[in-house]
């Protein structure tokens, strides 16, 4: 049996949204767009995706792969590839969002793509 579950942590923001990336927008209001108000005029715009993977094994071990990928929050949206925060995130080292890097990027850098490395390489332990 294999569980994920990923979420954006904002620094300005005490690590909201957190858990609850999902469910982040209000009511009428897309969760970029809260995210971007709640940021309007903060200087540290630090974030990082986390993404963590649970496998339970057939013999009953628990194996689990963490992945993150840390960078800031953009001032505005950027790009056309991707969901949900990616056109608002921009990678450490990079100048361009997510959505703006594309799905090609993402195959390789993305939170998930190194939480699947890191689990295949305890699975293989």
Known sequence: MLGEDSGLEVEALDGRP???????????????DRLLGELQGVDDRE???????????????E????????????????????????????PEGEDRTVAELGNDWKLDNSHRARAARALLAAVSQ
């Open 18 to 32: 957190g858990i609850r990336s999902a469910r982040y927008g209000a009511e009428g209001t897309e969760a970029n």
């Open 47 to 61: 974030a990082r995706y986390v993404c963590e993977l649970v496998l339970i094994a057939p013999d009953g071990r």
């Open 63 to 90: 194996l689990r792969g963490t992945g993150t990928l840390k960078g800031r929050i953009a001032e505005e949206p950027a790009g056309e590839e991707g969901f949900g925060y990616d056109p608002i995130f921009i």
